[in-house]
Every structure is written in structure tokens, then in C-alpha cells.
């Protein structure tokens, strides 16, 4: 299974913005062909699909985070982000990526992280 690394987290206050970057460790592995997403999960949550980028560059979001989040990807870079603006306290997780077939990363095909922790606070 590929092995994906996430990075980009850290302490914001609401309001505030951060962009997570997402690329497989290695560089055998390309996401050129693949649908790539942004999970998170929260303390005592289950973990949630919160954005995905298909290989042509059709993405989906959930509702929670729609135009509020940015997903994109950097096929060059074998990189992807997610630019995440207006942050709620309720955007507090570790945010995780995965890589799939299709639009709802079922199933998803790399191994989970450690994931890069978000948390939004005054």
C-alpha cells in the first residue's frame, strides 16, 4: 500500500487559515492517475470525507466545508492541498489523505498516517 504523508497543520484562531499538503512518501508512487481526498477526525468521531479531487480536477466537498475549503493538486509536485479559510472551532481534527478510484475514496487504497493535527482556538 502506498504510505501518504500530511503536513501543514497547527494552531489557528477562528477565522484564520491554513493549507495541508499531502504526497506519498517515496517518489515510486505518482497520484496522476488517481482520485486523491482530505479526511478528518475528531475526538470521539468517526472519520469523515471532507474533500476529494478526481484526475481530471473534479472535486466534491462536504457540506460542512463548502466555500470554505479548497482542495488541488499539484500532479508535477505529486502533491495535494488543502486550503482551508474561515475555520470554525469545529474544523479541530487530524486531517488525513488517501488516494481511490473514485469520487468517494471507495475504498481508499493507501495506508492511513499519522495524519496533521488542526485546531482551532482563541
Known amino acids: 500500500q502506498v504510505q501518504l504523508v500530511e503536513s501543514g497543520g497547527g494552531l489557528v484562531q477562528p477565522g484564520g487559515s491554513l493549507r495541508l499538503s499531502c504526497a506519498p512518501s517515496?517518489?515510486?508512487?505518482?497520484?496522476?492517475?488517481?482520485?486523491m481526498g482530505w479526511y478528518r477526525q475528531a475526538p470521539g468521531n468517526q472519520r469523515e470525507l471532507v474533500a476529494t479531487?478526481?484526475?481530471?480536477?473534479?472535486?466534491n466537498y462536504a457540506d460542512s466545508v463548502k466555500g470554505r475549503f479548497t482542495i488541488s493538486r499539484d500532479n508535477a509536485e505529486n502533491t495535494v492541498y488543502l486550503q482551508m479559510n474561515s475555520l470554525k472551532p469545529e474544523d479541530t481534527a487530524v486531517y488525513f489523505c488517501?488516494?481511490?478510484?473514485?469520487?468517494?475514496?471507495?475504498?481508499?487504497?493507501?495506508?492511513w498516517g499519522q495524519g496533521t493535527q488542526v485546531t482551532v482556538s482563541s
Open positions: 479531487i478526481t484526475s481530471g480536477g473534479s472535486t
Open positions: 517515496g517518489s515510486i508512487f505518482s497520484i496522476k492517475i488517481y482520485t
Open positions: 488517501n488516494v481511490g478510484y473514485n469520487i468517494r475514496l471507495q475504498p481508499p487504497l493507501g495506508s
